[in-house]
């Protein structure tokens, strides 16, 4: 069974940077065959798509509007792992955020969260 771990988060001030990390274990194969998205929910709001990678991170990456021009997600096939490379980062970016194998969340309404990562921007 493919489990996805999210860590990366932590404290930034505005305009700051930090970088998130969704590792795999368990199943790989079926890994390296998913699409990968990146969702976050803020307190008191409905989870939200970010951003998404296809399995082989050659067609273009899907990215919220909020977040374009901001956020990039990569993937690194020989770490199993995929990133979320946040810059300029803004108060309404505090979230916890978290990794699962879709791009939306239609296709999660199976799927066990993990624990997320927070995020939190403040001066």
């Known amino acids: 069974q493919l489990q996805l771990v999210e860590s990366g988060g932590g404290l930034v001030q505005p305009g700051g940077s930090l970088r998130l990390s969704c590792a795999a274990s368990?199943?790989?194969?079926?890994?390296?065959?998913?699409?990968i998205g990146w969702f976050r929910q803020a307190p008191g709001k409905e989870r939200e798509e970010i951003s998404c990678?296809?399995?082989?991170?050659?067609?273009?990456?899907y990215y919220h509007d909020k977040v374009k021009g901001r956020f990039t997600i990569s993937r690194d096939s020989a770490e199993n792992t995929v990133y979320l490379q946040m810059n300029s980062l803004k108060p309404d970016d505090t979230a916890v955020y978290y990794c699962?194998?879709?791009?939306?969340?239609?296709?999660?309404?199976?799927?066990?969260w993990g624990q997320g990562t927070q995020v939190t921007v403040s001066s």
């Open positions: 990678v296809d399995p082989g991170g050659d067609s273009r990456p």
């Open positions: 368990g199943s790989i194969e079926d890994f390296k065959y998913k699409t």
């Open positions: 699962a194998p879709a791009c939306s969340l239609v296709f999660l309404s199976w799927y066990s």
